[in-house]
């Protein structure tokens, strides 16, 4: 179902969705444990909405797919993200909170290591630390190009975000990087007629760029990849008639939510102040996104019993959320992440969605075998939680007569 | 999901992946017995198998809709058989082992009758001997073209294949079957421009068939339908990254796996054989199909103990297979085929997946009403499987950051 199928039957309604999004929600069994951290955890305040609530797992982008974290939100905001796809340049400035503007060209940078005659030896410039980064993007900072601005923002060890800003810029550039060593840097091809004048810029930039470095081996020069400019989709407020408040402590998960055009607020890392963010804002909005990280972070640590910790310690904060008697409230992550594979991966979610209005089903523990049993199924397309979020609060019309 | 979606998310990885394919694996209750013969079967291995993999049904084509062999087989190969269809007169070829080639055009042919007027009186000739079949198919295979090769190939009954071989040939032409007696058969229209030539040359093949046949009633003339040439799809390993070995002992599913540009072994018609060819291969291929055919010939059979025989048979040879240690094995069929209906059927096929990175459920019986509780769900669309092998394989990578 697309996007669009929605928008004539949205109907306003004074009720509120809100989507709390444990990151990396969903495991497996880990070693000697038979059950996964979600079903090791003494969840009583979990397992109490679950018995009210309609269960299941949801997909978030397609079957065997491992969602990273812009994909995996974009799925659970409503948005198919095989549909939706946003370049790699947009998600880094994203991930920075770099306010992109309509216009701007977005590419993810990496220092990079060339040898005498031109080669790549080192894709990564050795990993060199994030301060050295930092005065290296210093330095490209001088870079001037003719017609368009240069920002040059770091990231983190060898990775930094290029935006160019100005008139009549495209994104439909091929990737300097050649994704090997041994080889010289690819020159940015336009796929388009339109894309020639942001090629010569890029090429200009490049040369500054070598030039300034070539004294900072490892790092004397860049590759650049996925140039992407902000997407011409509908917001959240279109598809949705709703008006979206992000509460999140890291910036990705705030980008995916402004490129939305969703409200955010930056919160501590710390669920009970970011509870404390939603009381505050309860009366200004109708949705309401809290991420939750910590969840995710233990289990790319592979850490088992540190994620059950900390699934305890939000089910021990749940009943401050539902003291607001959301009229819908969502409770999922954006992908799995079990502790044995150390990495986001590909196995469905674990899914709630307690309303007045959901027909519950049998499900009483909110688990991943579990949720199996559950009336949404056990590979519900993560984008369909949205129409069904504002199915259950009353916000569709009938369709058809 | 698309087949190109996946492409660059592939990554090697030396893992292996066995699909093993009980033929019209899934049937139902079958007249006093109120076990289907794959739950009323005697299998500690399938069961002990099942206990530690996701299972599910899956649904071939779509809901409702009975699965030839072709589109069966496509289906768990990865390909949607709604996508990716394939002409009667190609099925036809590999139905044969016959080696169809770039630009050859095939179709299928039925020995008919033909009344004085001209009038089809029997669109199968009173279903002719294979034998007398054969004698006829020496006769056609006279018939000479200018520019193109006649290939007249027996099949069966009142079966045969036609192949011209040339250049320039066209396969947008329409059936001479009327599907209907007291008709004349329908002269060969093309569909475009480019079709002309190849219909002359049919029509020159109509012609020479008539005269050659005239005296052997009933088999006195020849309908055509079907007329197909060789698809241009992604292969297998463009699609998956993954070198396939298809084992079989019938020449269509060798077809099938040939068609995506798998390797094939001719294997006898016995399981035991089969799984010694595989071992026999292990170290050459990344993905390996093997087809059990006999579980489906009892169900056509309508021999509801004889398939329980079967299925037990195939238990008994399972730890061959996994004493191998396949990092993702895959049990299932290519359509169901109840002994009640004596055909294939429209019914989800069960089917397990086990591997180290699978999520177990809580089934702990290989079949058809225990699987409805498993993770993959009870109607996963069956070309689902091959993404599902591939993440499980850790073949895939992450989409998106």
């Not at 339109?194 to 081996?217: I, P």
Request: glycine share 8%; proline share 8%; charged share 20%.
């Amino acid at each position: 179902m697309k996007l669009e199928f929605l928008q004539p039957l949205l109907k306003e309604a004074d009720t509120k969705i809100v989507l709390l999004v444990l990151d990396g929600l969903g495991g497996l069994p880990f070693e000697d444990h038979e059950e996964t951290p979600l079903e090791a955890a003494s969840t009583p305040n979990l397992d109490a909405l679950a018995a009210r609530s309609i269960c299941g797992l949801h997909v978030p982008v397609g079957p065997g797919i491992t969602p990273g974290s812009g994909p995996g939100h974009l799925a659970i905001f409503g948005y198919d993200p095989t549909t939706y796809q946003v370049g790699r340049g947009v998600l880094s400035a994203l991930g920075v909170d770099f306010d992109l503007q309509p216009g701007d060209i977005a590419a993810r940078g990496n220092f990079c290591t060339l040898d005498d005659q031109g080669h790549v030896t080192d894709r990564r410039a050795g990993r060199i630390s994030t301060e050295k980064n930092e005065e290296l993007c210093g330095i490209l900072q001088q870079i001037e190009l003719p017609d368009a601005e240069v920002i040059v923002q770091s990231i983190k060890e060898h990775r930094f975000l290029l935006v160019l800003r100005g008139d009549n810029l495209a994104s439909d550039l091929s990737d300097t990087d050649p994704q090997a060593t041994g080889v010289p840097p690819h020159a940015p091809r336009p796929a388009s007629e339109r894309a020639w004048h942001t090629a010569d810029l890029v090429r200009g930039f490049l040369q500054q760029a070598g030039d300034l470095l070539t004294d900072h081996h490892p790092a004397n020069m860049v590759l650049l990849r996925g140039f992407a400019s902000l997407p011409d989709w509908p917001t959240f407020s279109q598809a949705f008639g709703l008006r979206g408040l992000a509460i999140a402590a890291y910036p990705m998960y705030r980008g995916v939510a402004r490129l939305l055009g969703m409200d955010v607020v930056a919160a501590p890392d710390d669920p009970q102040r970011e509870l404390e963010l939603l009381a505050d804002h309860w009366q200004d909005y109708d949705f309401f996104f809290v991420h939750v990280k910590q969840t995710d972070s233990a289990g790319e640590d592979g850490d088992y019993e540190r994620r059950i910790h900390l699934i305890e310690q939000a089910d021990d904060l749940l009943p401050r959320l539902t003291d607001l008697n959301p009229d819908v409230l969502i409770i999922t992550g954006d992908h799995s992440t079990p502790a044995a594979l150390r990495a986001h991966s590909w196995h469905p979610v674990p899914v709630l969605l307690a309303s007045p209005h959901c027909r519950p089903d049998t499900v009483q523990h909110f688990g991943e075998r579990a949720c199996i049993a559950g009336g949404l199924g056990p590979r519900l397309p993560g984008a369909h939680l949205m129409p069904l979020a504002l199915a259950h609060a009353l916000r569709l019309q009938k369709f058809g007569a």
